[in-house]
Structures are given as C-alpha cells and as structure tokens.
C-alpha cells in the first residue's frame, strides 16, 4: 500500500468547533451510538496532526482501507503507511480492535461449556482466527465430558499434512491427559469449503488419534463469518 499523504488545505482543530459538535462531548451528552464510526475512531486517535485533524484522519483511515472491517484487520505496518498514523495511534487502534474481539469470544464462551456443538464452537473461535491473514491451525484439549481443557496455535502458514504433525498436536494431549482433541483452522480467502490438504490432515489425525486412543471429535475450518465442520458434513 502507497503511503497516504495530508491534504495540502489547513482543517481546523476540533477545539474550534462548537461543543455540541466535537466528538467527545457529543458520546458524553447522547452516547456512543449517536457518533459516526470516523468520530468513534478520532476520539481513539486522540489528536490530528498539523494540517489534518482527528475527525479527518479518521475519514482518510476509512477511506484507504474501504470499511470498517478492513481497518479492524490492518497490520501495524499496514496502518503506519497512512501519513499522520505513527506507531502509537496505530498501536491504540489495534488493542481496540482486539479488545472488541476478545468481548465477542467471552460473550460466545459463556454458552460454550461442552465442545459438542460446531456452531457453538466456530462462534467462540471466529474472533480468535477469523480475522487473521495467515492460515493457523489450533488443537483444543478435552476432558472426558469434552469441556475444554486448554487451547493453543500449533502452527502457522499454509496448511498441508507436512506443516500440521500428529506429533505436535497429541504430545500436549497426551501431557495434559485429555481424552479427546478438537482442531479447527482459518481460511484467510473466506472459502470455508475443506481443500485436499484439509481433507488429508483430519485423515491423519483421525487415525493417529485412534491408535492413541485420544479421539479427534471434530474439524472446523473458520472464516470471519462462518463455518465448516468435517463432522457435521460426514466427513468423520
């Protein structure tokens, strides 16, 4: 992405403005709600710079990333290439974000005691790793009644039946005496649809876990807004 520059025309400070139409004081009188996504933005920027101020560089993020949700997933990198957003705005703007999606995965989890329903489960993950830009495969540890006993990132990168071992995902099984392990995957592209590679890495897994006797229950592969479950479409 091409470095944003300001526009050459002075805006003026939102300290000019009349109170009844900055930011901050319009959330304190009529709420959150009542203030547009680039004012909401401004206020977590803090400040503008010396030709463009909060509420426009507010504008200008929206603009370069096209929505909402496009921002929400910017890199630190991918933020700071928009002139006037330096590491701390971009920093700000990034834990707002992930403060937003560790809400959502804490508001899915409180329906989310037993690890036997794929919707459930995609709807407590879809903030974990629908998000992400880069496929990572998790492995979720259960007991005997399949509550969860812990969760963590096995690997990062393309998914093939090379990068994702058996070995990797039942040691902390066997370490932590689960009885059974739950994996599930983001697909970046959006396509929730399992690929070859998919297919061949459950394969793999459902066997080692048979021999193991730590038995795979299911594979989700997650995307930012929705789902596929190998064991709800037969295929385990």
């Known amino acids: 992405m091409n470095r944003i520059n300001e526009p050459n025309a002075f805006k003026s400070r939102i300290t000019d403005w009349p109170l009844a139409e900055r930011p901050r004081e319009k959330l304190l009188q009529f709420g959150p709600a009542s203030i547009s996504d680039a004012e909401l933005i401004a206020i977590l920027l803090g400040q503008g710079t010396s030709r463009m101020n909060a509420v426009e560089l507010a504008k200008m993020l929206l603009r370069t990333f096209g929505s909402l949700e496009a921002l929400s997933n910017a890199s630190l990198a991918e933020l700071q290439q928009v002139k006037g957003i330096g590491q701390a705005k ?5 834990a707002a ?17 037993v690890f036997n329903d794929p919707q459930k489960v995609a709807k407590a993950y879809q903030p974990v ?54 994996v599930l995957h983001n697909h970046p592209s959006g396509n929730v649809r399992p690929s070859q590679a998919d297919i061949e890495v459950t394969k793999r897994l459902q066997h080692s876990g ?26 385990m």
């Open 90 to 94: 971009a920093v700000a703007l990034m």
């Open 97 to 113: 974000f992930q403060l937003y999606r560790n809400l959502q995965k804490e508001m899915a989890e409180r329906d989310l005691i």
């Open 129 to 182: 790793l629908g998000h992400l830009k880069q496929e990572t495969f998790y492995v979720v540890l259960l007991d005997k009644q399949l509550r969860r006993i812990r969760d963590f990132p096995v690997t990062r990168g393309t998914l093939d039946a090379s990068l994702v071992s058996p070995r990797e995902v039942f040691r902390p099984a066997v370490k932590f005496m689960a009885k059974g392990v739950l």
């Open 210 to 235: 048979q021999i193991l006797d730590i038995p795979l229950y299911d594979h989700l592969i997650i995307t930012f807004d929705g789902y596929y479950s190998f064991k709800e479409n037969g295929l």
